[in-house]
């Protein structure tokens, strides 16, 4: 005698897909996983930074250009870190934003006022590159002191001078330091820090935004978008084995957000060097229309 009982829904479709019943979808039959994965949209793909495109240009322009140079970015909208030929340089001038950095960590720690006198030094160390108010600064912050904040800061690879006269071999311009040394000083500055509080950060950032327009150059090479906002620190002297020009800063708008230093060496002066730097600058930014994607 049949079961009187009526057969679930789950028993009719097992059954019906044990008889390989016609009309039955294959992804029915292959179960309830399946199902969900054959209903759920596909995620767009979102394409990424060709590092290989990426390094082939650099080495394209280094090729044409000539003279040494290497470059760190930190992509803030993903994480990720590009590197290219690494190297130690003579800081020049950049070593002014760790001079400024030590300064207003001086402040906070000791409550000493930082006095219009300074602030005016400050600025125009910054934003115009004035040697002597980087002379009185350093004085007053001491070079020990700049040393210890950029190992607060992480840059194992940094040496700071300091104390001796322009083109010595202690002067703070010969100060030496990397590309991602760098990058992670103004990483710093950018998405914080316990070295030195938001408020000081801001500041120095401010001045960084304000750089003389002949000095913003590199890193917030004038080419780029006007809508680009940059904020830079550049520097830039003669040594025997190349012209140094060097540049660091951030870059946000038009869809990119990220921090980068470039080292340079020219053989040709200051007027090729700076167009060496600034072909550096804009092919990088160029890639960076897409994402740089973390390793």
């Known amino acids: 005698m049949p079961d009187p009982r009526p057969l679930s829904r789950r028993l009719l479709v097992g059954s019906a897909l044990a008889g390989a019943a016609v009309g ?22 979102v394409a990424t930074l ?29 994480g990720g870190r590009f590197t290219w030929r690494e190297y130690e340089n003579e800081t020049l001038s950049t ?15 000791t409550g000493e006022p930082f006095t219009q006198a300074r602030h005016s ?27 210890r904040v950029a190992q607060q800061l992480g840059l194992t690879s940094t040496t700071v001078r300091g104390g001796g006269p ?30 030195i509080h938001g408020g000081h950060r801001a500041y120095i950032r401010h001045l960084m935004a304000g750089v003389v ?13 006007s809508s680009a906002y940059t904020e830079t620190k550049n520097g830039w002297g003669p040594l025997p084995d190349g012209y140094r020009l060097n540049s660091i800063g951030r870059v946000l708008g038009n869809g990119r957000s990220h921090t980068m230093a470039i080292l340079t060496r020219s053989p040709e002066g200051f007027r090729y060097g700076k167009q060496t730097i600034n072909g550096l600058s804009k092919i990088v930014y160029d890639a960076l229309a897409q994402p740089l994607a973390p390793e």
């Open 24 to 45: 039955v979808p294959a992804w029915l039959a292959a179960g309830p996983s399946a199902r969900a994965t054959a209903t759920r949209p596909a995620r767009p793909t």
């Open 50 to 78: 060709d590092r290989a495109a990426l390094t082939a240009a650099l080495d394209a322009h280094r090729a044409e250009r000539g003279g040494t140079m290497g470059l760190a970015v930190h992509d803030l909208r993903t």
């Open 95 to 109: 070593v002014k934003v760790l001079i400024l950095m030590a300064c207003l960590k001086k402040v906070q720690d």
């Open 121 to 147: 030094q400050a600025r125009r160390m910054i934003q115009a590159s004035d040697n002597a108010a980087t002379d009185a600064l350093l004085a007053w912050v001491e070079t020990s002191n700049v040393q």
């Open 166 to 195: 322009a083109g010595g071999d202690t002067w703070w311009g010969y100060s030496t330091s990397t590309p991602s040394d760098l990058v992670k000083a103004v990483d710093a500055m950018v998405t914080g820090t316990p070295v």
């Open 213 to 225: 327009p002949d000095q913003r150059w590199g890193v917030a090479d004038p080419p780029l978008p």
